[in-house]
């Protein structure tokens, strides 16, 4: 990680907890950056210990505070002009890197950089089905930082921001198998269900139904997911069966006098 005095300089930021499977290919794809930030959360693999040995700054935390906490926490460690926030199931492409240290050569102001998220699952890289986006992942340090979101954090938007989007992709392996996603999808719906209740918003199981269909119907026909296979239909069902879930649990925790 050496700095070029002919180009503006970027910290990555990365938040783990578990995540020895794809971090050092996610690490190995940064070796262009002047310095790496890791923050852990209690990770009981190697996480740890990779992260360290790829000469990244490692900081660990015992709390949980919410992914954007988390990630503002991994900023106020970083020193460079710009940041790259990047996940640890995530890999810069060879395009993207080489995009990115050319903006670096002639940085804009105020200016925040979308980026093509291209996510493998179960077998292929979806290019249909709403997974093909892109959003803000590169940013000048001292101009903005991650909101407070417990889950689907963004990078907030000052008034004054320009915004480009960048031709390249971030590559996303997001999932492992079903069990994996089971799980991450079980703990964005408990985050989605308790941040709702803190606001005392009710809901029922109906609302549930509606929007599991809404979302099977929006993938699969309007964003165009039966193109991407049998993947295809499977992400757009069990994302159907995700959005009912976080319906259903926030329900629970409305009528179960336990937890009041």
Same mark, same amino acid.
């Not at 179960?122 to 101009?143: A, E, I, K, Q």
């Not at 590559?171 to 198998?177: A, E, G, I, K």
């Not at 599991?212 to 296979?229: E, N, P, Q, W």
């Given at each position: 990680?050496?700095?070029?005095?002919?180009?503006?300089?970027?910290?990555?930021?990365?938040?783990?907890?578990?995540?020895?499977?794809?971090?050092?290919?996610?690490?190995?794809?940064?070796?262009?950056?002047?310095?790496?930030?890791?923050?852990?959360?209690?990770?009981?693999?190697?996480?740890?210990?990779?992260?360290?040995?790829?000469?990244?700054?490692?900081?660990?935390?015992?709390?949980?505070?919410?992914?954007?906490?988390?990630?503002?926490?991994?900023? =106020? @460690? /970083?020193?460079?002009?710009?940041?790259?926030?990047? *996940?640890?199931? !995530?890999?810069? %492409?060879?395009?993207?890197?080489?995009?990115?240290?050319?903006?670096?050569?002639?940085?804009?102001?105020?200016?925040?950089?979308?980026?093509?998220?291209?996510?493998?699952?179960?077998?292929?890289?979806?290019?249909?089905?709403?997974?093909?986006?892109?959003?803000?992942?590169?940013?000048?340090?001292?101009?903005?930082?991650?909101?407070?979101?417990?889950?689907?954090?963004?990078?907030?938007?000052?008034?004054?921001?320009?915004?480009?989007?960048?031709?390249?992709?971030?590559?996303?392996?997001?999932?492992?198998?079903?069990?994996?996603?089971?799980?991450?999808?079980? =703990? @964005? /719906?408990?985050?989605?269900?308790?941040?709702?209740? *803190?606001?005392? !918003?009710?809901? %029922?199981?109906?609302?549930?139904?509606?929007?599991?269909?809404?979302?099977?119907?929006?993938?699969?026909?309007?964003?165009?997911?039966?193109?991407?296979?049998?993947?295809?239909?499977?992400?757009?069902?069990?994302?159907?069966?995700?959005?009912?879930?976080?319906?259903?649990?926030?329900?629970?925790?409305?009528?179960?006098?336990?937890?009041?």
């Amino acid at each position: 990680m050496k700095h070029s005095q002919q180009r503006a300089s970027i910290s990555a930021i990365v938040i783990t907890k578990n995540e020895e499977l794809i971090l050092p290919e996610c690490l190995a794809s940064l070796d262009w950056v002047d310095e790496i930030i890791v923050v852990d959360s209690g990770s009981t693999d190697k996480t740890v210990m990779i992260a360290k040995n790829s000469g990244a700054k490692v900081y660990v935390t015992v709390e949980w505070f919410g992914f954007g906490k988390q990630k503002q926490l991994a900023q =106020s @460690y /970083a020193t460079k002009d710009w940041i790259l926030a990047i *996940d640890a199931d !995530e890999v810069v %492409s060879l395009k993207l890197k080489n995009r990115l240290l050319s903006m670096l050569k002639n940085p804009p102001k105020n200016t925040l950089v979308e980026v093509n998220e291209l996510t493998w699952v179960f077998g292929r890289f979806l290019r249909h089905s709403g997974w093909y986006y892109s959003h803000v992942r590169v940013y000048p340090r001292d101009f903005t930082q991650y909101d407070d979101a417990l889950v689907h954090e963004k990078v907030i938007v000052p008034h004054n921001a320009k915004t480009i989007v960048i031709d390249a992709e971030l590559l996303h392996y997001s999932y492992r198998d079903l069990t994996h996603y089971l799980v991450k999808s079980a =703990s @964005y /719906a408990k985050a989605w269900a308790d941040t709702r209740q *803190d606001k005392r !918003e009710k809901i %029922s199981i109906g609302q549930g139904i509606i929007h599991a269909i809404g979302c099977f119907l929006r993938m699969y026909v309007l964003k165009l997911g039966f193109l991407d296979g049998k993947q295809g239909f499977l992400i757009a069902l069990l994302s159907a069966h995700s959005t009912f879930i976080k319906y259903a649990h926030l329900w629970v925790l409305n009528n179960d006098s336990r937890v009041h």
